[in-house]
């Protein structure tokens, strides 16, 4: 009698924590979760079969009780801030990165753009950016338009 609760205590406590690491850890259904609802009803179901109705229907809704808290305390309390992201990203890309180059400036593409790659101004090479076509390598590009981190280029005919 002593093992058949012990089973179904265990069956129940692991799924319903299962669940809680399912629903606070893992984002989605995944098969934790699964594995957890499955564990629970397993315990459940093994409590009628092997302890009566009476005493299934107790262990029913003490599951039932006892997850409704779970859940409750687990979302309001201050319990999980210390997995909770408190910090915020600020900076931006290449924010160090100050370029010297003019509009119409000249260079050589050092990849293909399609529209992004790479070209070389005054020996130094630059992400550019073609205004939608298709630039081979080694073509020469003329600096149409400068953005704070963009630079715009086209095709020197």
Known sequence: MMLEWVTVILLIVIGLVLIIVELVFIPGTTLIGILGFVLAGIGIWFGYATLGTPIGH??????????????????R????NRFALKESI????????????QLGETGITVSALRPQG???F??????VQS???????????????????????????
């Open 90 to 101: 600020d900076s931006r890309v290449n924010e160090e990165y100050q370029h010297n180059l």
């Open 118 to 120: 790479m070209a070389m």
């Open 122 to 127: 005054n020996e130094q090479r630059h992400e």
């Open 77 to 80: 309390g201050d319990s999980w």
């Open 58 to 75: 107790i262990i029913l809704g003490l599951t039932v009780l006892v997850s409704g808290v779970a859940f409750f305390y687990s979302f």
């Open 131 to 157: 205004k939608g076509e298709f630039i081979s390598s080694n073509t020469t590009v003329r600096i149409i338009k400068l953005n704070q981190h963009k630079i715009i280029v086209e095709a020197v005919t």
